[in-house]
């Protein structure tokens, strides 16, 4: 019941207000013991110890739940004996404290008869606490106060102790005073918060790209200004009547009033759309930190398990926590709670040895353990490490072929990533007798599925006689994505990026064939392939050209490429979730907007993976794969078109597919070029004036490489001058084509003239 500061809790009732209550002075105990217990000599924060005590006493007053009222005092006074130098704590006496904070929070959980003031219902389980407490403080120096353990009589005095901490009682934690009035807000209001800060976001991209298209219309009034001064300039020699030359005047002035018109209108659209922009990001990011809680919060409680368990255990350990401010969806926060506490777990048992283990191999006697939360590149990543013997990989051979999961021969092939992927798997463990701490081989799996299911990915790093890194990379929130765009079948689909393994280029000659199935090496290992039409169900793939667009997913265990038509780019989407009527779509998560508000299909990976395996285990894989992509059927040509305005390239891809042409597109010439070392074209048609890198300057670099310099060259634009032609083709430009000029038969016909036309 981990609350953040300042919540609203006036809508509580007192015993809830008290369990609040234990549940924060409770941790700051707890976190002051563990403190006390590893490091004595240190100074101690007693004063915070008797605080939280005493607050704790105040409350359990309030609600008239005298038990606890006599354990919290029993708490104070102990821990102003210690303040006064007149008691001393061991580690027993450090057990006892803490099991008396543990026996305050169960007094303080639902159902625990709180509030009925009667001794009874918990004397069998506080008294000997209470004993045991005032034989702690029997050591002193001085005797215990008589008020300590025992009843009170109500009198003159206890009545206005009451009092005064009646009026106390905090309804945010204590010392926190909020600023400013707060509201309760609901899980659900939050999330539609978020999610409309997120489509607010994505909506205000769609001002840059109407902003590059004005650009352009900007450059076509100074192409016609430019053609309006050279008809000026060859008219001015004829006999023009006074009216024919004022109207050519007037009809060159409105052309120049609308071009500065139109330059001041897109200063004004570059204004607002970083405005919007940067407003939009704000709203976004302050509705994200609504959600977000600090890593801490949801770690109170590991410093006191990992010290029970060394304990049981008969070693000495210590958690280090670094990045507790770190900020975490509270989702998340709540879902990594179970797995870290299996990691913790593990690094006690497995990774930390007993204090004479260590001092033979070196070491210090007390083992290291960390738990790290930090940010990095818009990733979540929680790390845990610990500075053990780390993991005997021949044990895990072993293991590996005791449980008939690979033949000795295979075993001995298997590198340190792969046998490190088996501690991944269910039932997988290497102790030989199970204990109640371990030995079921249920702790990584639980680590894993819990990763998987909110689209991370998992790393274990070994160093033999060092230790053992495990770490989580995780999404910042649930409902944000960062995705790769694909098509498949003309329907675009997005694959979150931490689920891919790799994206590219496959060249068909790196696809090899063994007993039918289709298959490329990839680290040296085989990959199985097969399109995404066939999972999806789409229309059958288009013949393959040279290179297949190719995701490759899974791990190391089993890994598949699947080809889809084309990559469109990456993006970060706002996770809509599907109408629950719907029920489970197979191979679909969720559904998002694309920055045109067009709706785009989140797949759902693990989905994928299972249909996959369905499929080569039925021999339908084979069969489609070799249908669908080794077709006997002629490949087409491919053309890429670059141009910087999202409306031209869309335009020219449909000419060229709907005229026999398979088309890509670029949105500069950068872009072009690297798509260009990585696939084969038989044709580039691109624009001159782009941003990074131009259409001149694009030409030039293919020109210059051997291996392009074969390869024609289409310039297409608006600039018809003799000039602006020359220029092209010095560049090796094959072909200049003006827009203005040409019509979609033009286009083709120009194409089919440099390349030749389209097979049947």
Same mark, same amino acid.
């Given at each position: 019941?981990? *609350? ?10 007192? #015993? ?64 102003? !004996? ?5 008691? %001393? ?5 450090? /057990? ?5 904070? /543990? ?123 430019? *053609?309006? %001064? ?77 010290? /029970? ?100 021969? !295979? ?8 046998? #490190? ?50 770490? #989580? ?70 013949? @393959?050209?040279?290179?297949? @667009? ?27 979730? #599907? ?44 069969? !489609? ?32 597919? +709907? ?35 131009? +259409? ?55 194409? !089919? ?8």
């Amino acid at each position: 019941m981990n *609350r953040p500061p300042f919540e609203d809790l006036s809508s509580l009732s007192m #015993l809830e207000l008290f369990r609040v209550e234990a549940e924060n002075q409770g941790a700051m105990l707890t976190s002051g013991l563990l403190a006390l217990e590893r490091e004595p000599t240190a100074p101690q924060p007693w004063d915070m110890l008797m605080r939280a005590a005493h607050s704790l006493k105040g409350a359990a007053r309030i609600v008239n739940l005298q038990a606890a009222v006599r354990l919290a005092h029993g708490l104070e006074d102990c821990f102003a !004996a210690a303040q006064q130098g007149r008691l %001393q704590f061991g580690q027993a006496d450090v /057990d006892l404290l803490l099991r008396t904070v /543990d026996m305050l929070l169960n007094l303080a959980k639902p159902g625990s008869a709180a509030g009925t003031g009667n001794e009874s219902d918990h004397g069998p389980e506080v008294q000997p606490l209470l004993d045991a407490l005032r034989n702690l403080l029997g050591r002193s120096e001085l005797p215990a106060s008589a008020n300590a353990l025992r009843p009170r009589e109500p009198d003159l005095a206890l009545a206005r102790d009451q009092a005064r901490e009646a009026s106390s009682l905090p309804v945010a934690p204590p010392g926190l005073e909020p600023p400013e009035r707060v509201v309760r807000l609901g899980a659900e209001n939050l999330n539609r918060l978020l999610g409309l800060a997120g489509e607010s976001l994505v909506e205000s991209r769609w001002l840059r790209p109407f902003a590059e298209s004005l650009q352009r219309l900007k450059r076509q009034q100074a192409d016609l200004t430019h *053609r309006l %001064q050279e008809l000026r300039a060859q008219l001015s020699g004829a006999n023009l009547s006074v009216r024919s030359e004022e109207r050519l005047n007037e009809l060159f002035q409105k052309a120049g009033e609308c071009q500065q018109f139109l330059a001041e209108r897109i200063q004004e659209l570059d204004v607002f759309d970083r405005r919007s922009a940067h407003l939009s990001q704000r709203l976004y990011l302050e509705a994200l930190r609504t959600r977000m809680r600090p890593f801490g919060d949801g770690t109170r409680r590991f410093a006191r398990m990992a010290r /029970d368990l060394a304990r049981v255990l008969g070693k000495d350990v210590k958690l280090e926590i670094v990045g507790e401010t770190t900020q975490v969806d509270r989702d998340m926060l709540e879902r990594l709670e179970a797995p870290l506490a299996h990691l913790l777990r593990n690094a006690v048992d497995h990774g930390c040895e007993t204090p004479e283990q260590r001092l033979r191999a070196g070491k210090p006697t007390e083992g290291a353990i960390r738990l790290e939360a930090r940010h990095s590149a818009g990733m979540l990543l929680v790390t845990v490490s610990d500075d053990g013997p780390g993991v005997s990989l021949e044990r895990v051979r072993e293991v590996v072929v005791q449980k008939n999961l690979a033949s000795p021969a !295979a075993a001995r092939k298997l590198t340190e990533p792969e046998l #490190l992927d088996f501690l991944l798997l269910p039932g997988f463990t290497l102790r030989q007798t199970v204990t109640e701490i371990s030995g079921r081989g249920v702790g990584l799996d639980v680590v894993q599925h819990m990763v998987r299911s909110v689209r991370g990915n998992i790393r274990i790093q070994n160093q033999p006689g060092r230790g053992l890194r495990i770490q #989580l990379q995780l999404p910042l929130t649930l409902s944000v994505l960062r995705a790769l765009l694909v098509e498949v079948g003309d329907e675009p689909y997005a694959v979150p990026l931490t689920q891919i393994t790799r994206a590219l280029r496959l060249p068909r000659d790196r696809v090899e064939s063994l007993e039918g199935r289709h298959h490329f090496k990839f680290g040296g290992q085989p990959v199985g392939l097969l399109t995404a039409h066939q999972l999806l169900e789409c229309t059958e793939a288009k013949p @393959p050209t040279a290179d297949l @667009p190719v995701v490759i997913l899974g791990d190391r265990s089993a890994r598949y490429g699947l080809i889809v038509d084309r990559f469109l780019g990456q993006s970060e989407l706002v996770v809509q979730p #599907l109408d629950l009527r719907l029920g489970k779509i197979r191979d679909i998560s969720a559904a998002a907007l694309m920055e045109d508000g067009s709706p785009i299909l989140i797949l759902d990976v693990d989905d994928l993976l299972r249909s996959i395996e369905a499929l080569a285990a039925n021999g339908g894989m084979v069969q !489609a794969t070799r249908r669908a992509l080794f077709s006997t059927g002629p490949a087409r040509k491919r053309v890429l078109a670059v141009d910087d305005s999202a409306v031209v390239r869309e335009l020219q891809r449909k000419l060229l597919t +709907g005229g026999g042409y398979d088309a890509d597109v670029a949105a500069d010439g950068l872009e072009a070029w690297n798509a260009l070392r990585s696939g084969h074209y038989d044709l580039v048609i691109t624009d001159v004036d782009m941003p990074r890198m131009g +259409g001149i300057e694009l030409a030039t670099l293919i020109k210059q490489e051997p291996r392009f310099e074969s390869l024609p060259v289409m310039i297409v634009s608006y600039l018809d001058g003799d000039r602006d032609r020359l220029r092209g083709l010095e560049a090796g430009a094959d072909y200049y084509l003006t827009k203005g000029s040409f019509e979609d038969e033009t286009l083709l016909q120009a194409v !089919a003239d440099l390349i030749g036309k389209p097979k049947p």
